[in-house]
């Protein structure tokens, strides 16, 4: 039977659940890793010349938020973190660091509840980490500017599954190598859906959705999608 490519929204699951999600990207996994050539390349094309682009034309904007994340708290500019790229590659993420310079043990930093929420969600409601500065560009997405650098240098794409931790691909399971078949990107199906509004299992199925159905079409109305979150500012914590 052939594959439907229509690409419906799976929010609110319907008749994509996570459970059927994964079963696809199991049995039917040739599907997932199908080859794309003309796509992949004006992909990358576009990748390389929209964040060189930006890079030129917004220089001045990583200079001011540069002195001000300086300024405000004490620590470096930026924050690098590790993160599992295609073919289970691992490269260094760069973002403005939002969150204080604190050396203690994370243990040390929350409470139990809160624990529990970062090692089941990866993330902290009203994290208290972050500082206030921090709090803003989070809630802007302008922490995740330095991310561009990452698309320039083919790490990442302006379009792909959000890049992880590599604990957190044990979450997939069997459908841990559909996930790291593609570039993970700044933005993603599961970041213009919800985003933080979104719980873990769920946004698992969107991630596995997007690279059932990846289209030049596909993401360009993602893009679309979440400049209209950034905007409003929903999702974003």
């Given at each position: 039977m052939q594959p439907n490519n229509k690409p419906n929204p799976p929010s609110n699951v319907g008749q994509n659940t996570l459970?059927?999600?994964?079963?696809?990207?199991?049995?039917?996994?040739?599907?997932?890793f199908r080859k794309k050539p003309v796509y992949s390349f004006v992909k990358r094309f576009f990748d390389i010349f929209l964040s060189g682009m930006f890079l030129l034309v917004f220089c001045w904007l990583y200079l001011i938020l540069a002195i001000l994340v300086k300024a405000t708290s004490k620590g470096p500019v930026f924050y690098r973190h590790k993160r599992i790229g295609k073919n289970g590659k691992p490269f260094s993420?760069?973002?403005?660091?939002?969150?204080?310079d604190d050396k203690r043990p994370i243990e040390e930093q929350l409470t139990p509840?809160?624990?529990?929420?970062?090692?089941t969600e990866f993330k902290v409601d009203n994290d208290p980490r972050i500082t206030k500065f921090g709090k803003f560009l989070r809630k802007t997405s302008l922490d995740e500017l330095?991310?561009?650098f990452n698309v320039f240098i083919g790490n990442m794409s302006i379009v792909g599954p959000?890049?992880?931790?590599?604990i957190e691909t044990d979450k997939y399971g069997l459908t841990r190598n559909v996930l790291l078949s593609v570039r993970?990107?700044?933005?993603s199906y599961w970041a213009c859906h919800g985003r933080s509004n979104v719980?873990?299992?769920?946004?698992i199925n969107m991630?596995?959705?997007y690279i059932k159905h990846r289209s030049l079409w596909f993401d360009i109305k993602i893009i679309f999608r979440t400049f209209i979150k950034v905007f409003k500012n929903e999702g974003a914590k």
């Open positions: 459970e059927i999600q994964k079963i696809e990207a199991t049995v039917d996994s040739a599907y997932y993420m760069y973002k403005f660091r939002t969150m204080k509840e809160q624990l529990k929420q970062f090692y330095p991310q561009i959000r890049p992880i931790i590599d993970p990107g700044i933005t719980d873990y299992t769920e946004r991630e596995l959705y």
